[in-house]
């Protein structure tokens, strides 16, 4: 993603390129065909790690770019983008179900003619066609980069501490566009080029970027900081002083909150299991750790206690390693001890606090709500917006958000999503997704399709269950709209209400009856009773707090009488877990702590 000449003269002034990334292109350009890399992000917030091609000819023939752009900052979401002339963008901030910094997966695209279409893991997820397609018709060369944009409202706020950082790339691959003759790809219509494993650096393929930057961009690309090592191609990004695929950095600690009778602790960079998971490396007075849980990011820990109310904010963190065999030796680490917003809330998403709604604000381990990244914009007081009487809040908007979170006590809620298109005019200017807990409850929602510019409009969402404590909020653009702030995705407002609490949740009728699970807590085995007056049919699934299914003990029909179901947890880590009960579509929930 690059910004208009005069954005960048304008930030190349205010700031210097204090840090080293890195960039490698291909000598040879290429139009049309399919591209694939496969290839493990950075994470943290502030930066971009890229796979994407570019017409390095602009200005000679007109700006042209197809972008898969990874952001640290998300831990759901992959950027797809078309760039085509006037720099305009076509961006879809695209959500997906695993997080990309904890793995490799296959990341490509086919650029034909008449579409260009991203893939992941083989599959197909986004297609763009239409007259910006059309005119994507010059030759670009295929690139990776690993930078540090000055963009918050893209990539989110930096920060320096959580430097080195470092992209791994397995191999890049092309094969040409060869409609009705290939062998490759959708309808067959590509053949097969080439393949990089990176074992070594070809330098007939590849060159290095060396002193290369441009406005916008806070490192520098280096060649030192093009690594080749086990068959992988490493970008890093760093400070000025210790370049190159090396780590002298001790870990540092982020944050830390509380979440009832557990802390999560963020690190800067990635920790051994066996530092972070000993209990003794943490100290809090008053308190006893009973476990401690190395989460799939490899830099945030669960902590649980024997308690729930601290009498102290501060803790103590002790000989935490990285995989560079560099040891925190001690610090002390500020506790975000939070104060829940209650039962109702209702948010100025892209506004101040006016009437009973809180005012907008960027998302953070010291926040109960926020949004990840996205612009505020308002419109004057003078427009009368149609069918409300709350004209403020619809007259300020989040604009380019692709993630929104608020934190909920486990349970049910009735999500209203208030929307009034105050800066385009004619229907299927923007279309955007919406996804809600892992699950996609519009497509492409065309707020101009129900209501004329500049009129109130409500999404009521129901029976929205929040198991993790975070309800969270995607929002992914079919089409973008123009400019850079009034576009992508949007939203004016949002209200939550509570249905039901995680204890009250789905209780059974009469005619069943659901035990508590025991013993709880449990060792290894945990029983789940079921008394049922009738056959019926039932289903029980583990989740653990960060919301994803962990087990299905059972799927299928009860029998009249009482039946115990067992979980047998040898091979889960220590920790609390939620048993979903669902019986004849009524559900129940509970929490269990497994401690072995």
């Given amino acids: 993603m690059r910004i208009s000449v005069t954005a960048v003269l304008i930030i190349s002034w205010s700031f210097g390129q204090l840090y080293r990334g890195a960039e490698l292109r291909t000598h040879e350009s290429y139009l049309y065909g399919k591209f694939e890399a496969r290839y493990k992000p950075t994470q943290g917030d502030g930066m971009v790690s890229s796979f994407f ?32 002339w006037g720099q305009k963008s076509h961006l879809r901030q695209h959500y997906v179900s695993f997080n990309p910094h904890e793995d490799f997966h296959i990341y490509g695209f086919e650029w034909t003619p008449e579409y260009v279409a991203w893939f992941i893991d083989g599959d197909e997820v986004y297609r763009q066609s239409g007259e910006h397609i059309d005119s994507i018709h010059y030759s670009q060369k295929i690139m990776m980069n690993i930078w540090n944009p000055v963009y918050e409202d893209w990539v989110g706020s930096w920060n320096p501490e959580i ?12 094969s040409a566009y060869t409609p009705g003759e290939g062998d490759t790809g ?13 074992d ?28 080749f090592e086990n068959g992988k191609m490493i970008l890093c990004l760093t400070t000025i002083s210790d370049i190159g695929y090396v780590d002298y950095s001790t870990p540092k600690v982020i944050w830390s909150r509380q979440y009832n009778n557990s802390l999560n602790i963020r690190f800067s960079e990635e920790v051994t299991y066996e530092s972070a998971a000993n209990v003794v490396n943490y100290n809090l007075a008053g308190v006893s750790f009973l476990n401690a849980l190395l989460y799939s990011d490899h830099r945030t820990v669960n902590l649980m206690m024997d308690a729930d109310v601290l009498s102290m904010n501060v803790m103590g963190v002790y000989n935490i390693q990285d995989d560079s065999q560099n040891i925190l030796q001690s610090d002390i680490v500020w506790i975000n001890i939070p104060e829940p917003l209650g039962d109702t809330i209702k948010i100025n998403t892209g506004g101040d606090f006016a009437l009973d709604y809180y005012g907008d604000q960027i998302w953070g381990p010291d926040k109960e709500y926020g949004f990840v990244a996205g612009n505020f914009q308002n419109i004057s007081n003078e427009i009368d917006i149609q069918n409300t009487e709350n004209d403020i809040i619809y007259r300020s908007s989040l604009n380019r958000v692709a993630s929104y979170k608020v934190r909920l006590k486990p349970g049910a809620y009735t999500l209203k999503m208030l929307f009034s298109e105050n800066h385009y005019d004619n229907p299927g200017d923007r279309v955007f997704d919406i996804t809600i807990e892992d699950n996609v409850v519009i497509e492409n929602l065309n707020i101009l399709s129900y209501t004329q510019p500049h009129t109130a409009h409500i999404i009521v969402l129901n029976n929205i269950e929040v198991l993790d404590g975070v309800l969270d909020i995607y929002l992914s653009a079919d089409i973008y709209g123009v400019g850079y702030t009034h576009a992508g995705p949007f939203i004016n407002g ?13 209780s059974a009728p009469s005619l069943f009856k659901l035990e508590k699970p025991y013993p709880n807590p449990f060792n290894n085995n945990i029983s789940i009773p079921i008394f049922s007056h009738v056959k019926s049919s039932a ?28 979980w047998d947890a040898k091979i889960a880590a220590n920790g609390i877990y939620v048993i979903r009960s669902i019986v004849n579509g009524k559900k129940h929930y509970d929490k269990i702590m497994l401690l072995k």
């Fill in 163 to 174: 430097l080195p950082r470092f992209s791994y790339y397995d191999y890049v691959s092309y």
């Fill in 200 to 227: 070594t650096f070809d330098y007939n393929r590849w060159e290095k970027s060396h002193d290369h930057t441009w406005g916008g961009n806070q490192s520098l690309f280096i060649e030192d900081n093009i690594h």
């Fill in 53 to 84: 091609t570019y017409n390095d000819d602009n200005p000679n023939t007109p700006w042209s770019e197809i972008d898969i752009e990874i952001l640290g900052v998300y831990d759901h979401v992959v950027d797809f983008n078309t760039i085509t």
């Fill in 494 to 506: 949002i209200e939550i209400y509570l249905e039901n609490s995680l204890s009250s949740m789905g």
């Fill in 186 to 198: 959708s309808d067959s219509n590509f053949t097969f080029q080439w393949k990089d494993d990176f």
């Fill in 539 to 566: 289903s029980i699934d583990v989740f653990d707090l960060v919301g994803r299914k962990v087990h299905t003990i059972y799927e299928g029909a009860v029998q009249p009488g009482t039946t115990y179901f067992l």
